[in-house]
């Protein structure tokens, strides 16, 4: 996809910047309908005082994807809040597919269940912390 050159070939850059666009109008309706769990996991991320974005849109090597959570430099964190729609087959399916191609691009990722995060969220703050201070 890169030329000799090593610069992006022009069909490839207007796709990409569409890409670009669409994730950032999705995001934008992801940020308004954020689930309690989500927004219960963000509480967390303001106290501990994390670099965070939520609804972070990713270039996976294939198409592009929106991440619950992405804790910014220095670490590459990523954090999926799921519900009972993530217990699908054909949603499991999409979610290992795109949590494997985050992680080989250098990714940690992490998932928590909308339960474990409203019933504990204690534990949850505490795990976070672990796996930070492991990176």
């Known amino acids: 996809m890169i030329s000799k050159e090593g610069s992006i070939?022009?069909?490839?850059?207007?796709?990409?910047?569409?890409?670009?666009?669409?994730?950032?109008?999705?995001?934008?309706?992801?940020?308004?309908?954020?689930?309690?769990?989500?927004?219960?996991?963000?509480?967390?991320?303001?106290?501990?005082?994390l670099n965070y974005m939520a609804q972070a849109g990713f270039f996976t090597p294939r198409s592009f994807c929106i991440?619950?959570?992405y804790i910014k430099a220095p670490v590459k964190l990523i954090v999926e809040i799921n519900g009972e729609?993530?217990?699908?087959?054909?949603r499991l399916k999409r979610d290992i597919r795109k949590l494997?191609?985050?992680?080989?691009?250098?990714?940690?990722v992490v998932v928590f269940s909308n339960e474990q995060v409203i019933?504990?969220?204690?534990?949850?703050?505490?795990?976070?912390?672990?796996?930070?201070?492991e990176m």
């Open 85 to 90: 729609d993530h217990h699908q087959k054909s």
């Open 100 to 108: 494997r191609s985050l992680r080989r691009q250098g990714y940690r």
């Open 119 to 133: 019933a504990e969220p204690d534990e949850v703050e505490q795990r976070l912390c672990r796996i930070l201070k």
């Open 67 to 69: 991440v619950d959570f």
């Open 9 to 49: 070939p022009q069909k490839a850059l207007i796709r990409r910047q569409l890409h670009a666009r669409l994730i950032r109008i999705y995001r934008r309706g992801l940020l308004k309908r954020m689930t309690d769990a989500e927004s219960c996991f963000e509480q967390i991320l303001k106290k501990l005082k």
